[in-house]
């Protein structure tokens, strides 16, 4: 433990915290950097496969916002289908067609792995 002046206690104490945020950010960054990919993966390996252009078809988006980053799966080229194949639809003879979740289930076990995670970081002090 190293000896500080009274003086410069206020200054040491802001460069500390300073330092535990940007580790705790940039630990929580990469967090959701892997969970996304993770999530990307179980989508893909879950989606409805008849000729499996669909499941290719997802992509992963990263935003950078001054505070914060934000990952989006999404599928760009059949953005229209995804709803319609997670949450079912009726058919030609007023039937209903039942969906196939594959979306819902990846993106509450990333959540749950994500909360969890942080949790873990910020205990840790961003290490």
């Known amino acids: 433990m190293r000896k500080i002046d009274i ?10 915290y300073s330092d535990y945020t940007e580790d705790v950010i940039e630990n929580i960054e990469q967090a959701a950097d892997d969970l996304s990919k993770g999530a990307l ?5 879950n ?10 078809g997802f992509r992963r ?3 950078k916002n001054p505070l914060r980053v934000e990952f989006e799966i999404w599928n760009p080229k059949h953005y229209r289908r995804v709803h319609l194949l997670e949450k079912g ?3 030609r003879n007023g039937k209903r067609v039942p969906g196939r979740a594959h979306m819902g ?3 509450v076990k990333a959540v749950k ?6 949790i873990d970081i910020i205990k840790e002090g961003g290490k």
Do not use: C, M, N
Request: charged share 35%; net charge positive; glycine share 4%.
């Open 7 to 16: 003086s410069k206690l206020a200054e040491e104490l802001v460069k500390a």
């Open 41 to 45: 993966s179980d989508i893909k390996a």
């Open 47 to 56: 989606s409805p496969k008849k000729t499996g252009s669909y499941a290719k």
């Open 61 to 63: 988006v990263k935003r």
């Open 89 to 91: 639809w009726t058919g």
């Open 105 to 107: 289930p990846a993106e």
């Open 113 to 118: 792995a994500f909360e969890k995670q942080v």
